[in-house]
């Protein structure tokens, strides 16, 4: 990449930085430091607000350049990610905002410790939740090393991790001095500079093929040096049997995968009501949907106009094909179009990965202080020291995924973000919904389904082709794969349900009627909630 590419588009960057770490400060000013102001920002914004930011924290650099780069490099396999992604928030919408917003405060562990035994359930989710969170934070920090790679035409080691460092250093500052109320409104700035910069390259992309779109998906097939095979299912995931059983751990993994993720939950304690929560999830299935549509516009745009070949040759993993694409749109490499658009591209993208940054690393914050900490010292936990607690936290959760990173900086991130996915659905998502709708639930179940589908998720990644055993594994050079599939959720998602019910059933306790009726009336009316 020439200088006349690098200089408009850090330029963009600078300003984009500039405005948020401006944001921060001005909010950092004007609040009084309670708990309720760093984890919830005090609960003010309106439905429409907070459908912007939870649009901005979900549409991550998964979204924008790894789901656009793997439908570039594979075809209709990759739509799986575009649908996966969207019909997860029908999970979300009718069996979670609602209730979550009423029986919490700040974290998932407030709702299972509603009607549990504290201590063990925080510990418990806390842990999870910090775990999910980490997973989804190293595929933001891939993103940005491929992306500042791409920039900065230099696809070597140093380029990528100085990348990663950097946005690390940023996210600890955002989350550091400005809490929620800074995140949310960095990610309601970072959704419309992305919804507006994807809307005018899906325009572009249509206008050079006329508004025909039949003839786009027909040019990508003969581009991508597959046929008609590129617009059929099983390019990626059709090979054999292990590859199928792939497919369907993937996509039970997305769906469900959601309803678990802490900083998708935690953006529900942001609005003053119950019914506000729900407007919120409504507005945000407008904005990812449409969002998604066009995604899939982008990656054949991509591999129609750019090609898979000059796509794998940035990068092997495809995450950079949407800023290829915005090059060759604007009339190419030496072209001033080219210049600017790559530029704009290629900094809301750097907006993107740097906002929902913020936001999970926020989340993994409040699960360590609000759930760990104020666990094990409850004694000594004053809310003004939790926060304090949890400016800490950001700090250790940054440095960890700086490292893990580092790491996987070869691999696609929406692959990474299924990963996270998988782990959300399996230890996250089994408590909830048992939390919430089963009368006869106890503490052992919920420590159990917590750890019953955590530990053999991760378990079954370490053992899996995603960590060895193949040269696209992180480490290439030895062997300890004994698990086929590269996505666990097919077995540790009924695993973390098995775990819950076995837990239950064989516990001593008997369950508190009580509290259960009073969780439900609170779920379902809102009485009560915080």
Not at 82 to 106: I, Q, S, T
Not at 240 to 265: C, E, K, N, Q, Y
Not at 331 to 356: E, M, Q
Not at 462 to 479: M, T, Y
């Amino acid at each position: 990449m020439t200088g006349n590419h690098q200089t408009p588009a850090l330029l963009l960057f600078s300003v984009f930085v500039a405005v948020t770490l401006g944001i921060t400060t001005w909010v950092s000013r004007n609040r009084h430091g309670s708990a309720e102001e760093f984890y919830a920002g005090g609960r003010l914004f309106s439905p429409m607000e907070n459908g912007f930011a939870i649009a901005g924290d979900y549409m991550s650099a998964a979204s924008f350049l790894g789901v656009t780069g793997l439908i570039a490099l594979f075809g209709y396999d990759g739509l799986l990610y575009v649908v996966g992604f969207l019909v997860a928030w029908l999970v979300v919408l009718f069996l979670v905002a609602e209730l979550v917003r009423n029986c919490g405060r700040f974290t998932l562990a407030d709702v299972v410790a509603a009607r549990m035994s504290e201590r063990p359930v925080r510990i418990a989710a806390g842990t999870s939740s910090v775990t999910v969170s980490v997973l989804y934070l190293v595929a933001q920090m891939v993103g940005a090393g491929s992306l500042v790679a791409l920039l900065l035409g230099n696809t070597g080691d140093a380029a990528r991790s100085w990348a990663v460092i950097g946005v690390g250093a940023l996210m600890v500052v955002y989350v550091s001095l400005g809490g929620m109320r800074a995140t949310t409104w960095i990610q309601i700035v970072k959704a419309v500079l992305l919804l507006g910069g994807t809307v005018v390259l899906t325009v572009l992309v249509l206008v050079r093929f006329h508004g025909d779109f039949d003839q786009l998906l027909r040019t990508a097939a003969d581009r991508s040096g597959h046929g008609a095979a590129f617009l059929a299912p099983g390019l990626k995931y059709g090979g054999d049997w292990t590859a199928r059983f792939d497919f369907m751990s993937l996509g039970l993994a997305l769906v469900l995968g959601t309803a678990g993720l802490p900083h998708i939950l935690s953006r529900f304690y942001t609005v003053p009501t119950a019914q506000a929560a729900r407007r919120s999830a409504v507005w945000a299935i407008g904005l990812i949907g449409g969002f998604y549509l066009m995604t899939i516009v982008l990656g054949f745009g991509a591999a129609a106009i750019v090609g898979p070949q000059a796509v794998r040759g940035s990068n092997s993993s495809g995450n950079t094909a949407v800023p290829l694409l915005a090059l060759d749109l604007g009339g190419g490499a030496d072209s001033t179009g080219g210049t600017v658009l790559f530029a704009v591209v290629t900094a809301v993208a750097f907006a993107t990965i740097l906002a929902v940054v913020a936001g999970i690393t926020l989340a993994s914050s409040a699960s360590v202080a609000h759930d760990l900490y104020a666990s094990l010292r409850r004694r000594n936990a004053q809310p003004r020291s939790e926060v304090t607690v949890a400016r800490v936290a950001a700090v250790g959760v940054g440095v960890v995924a700086i490292g893990l990173g580092l790491l996987a900086r070869d691999l696609n991130v929406a692959f990474l973000v299924g990963l996270a996915f998988a782990v959300a659905a399996s230890a996250n998502l089994p408590v909830l919904l048992y939390s919430l709708f089963w009368r006869s639930f106890t503490t052992r179940g919920a420590v159990w389904a917590v750890y019953g589908g955590l530990v053999p998720a991760l378990a079954l990644v370490v053992l899996s082709p995603v960590v060895s055993g193949s040269p696209e594994s992180l480490f290439p050079d030895v062997d300890f794969q004994y698990f086929p599939l590269q996505n666990p959720g097919l077995v540790s998602i009924p695993l973390g349900f098995v775990a819950g019910w076995l837990g239950t059933v064989t516990s001593a306790e008997i369950a508190d009627e009580a509290k259960h009726a009073e969780t439900e009336v609170r779920s379902l009316t809102g009485a009560g909630a915080a």
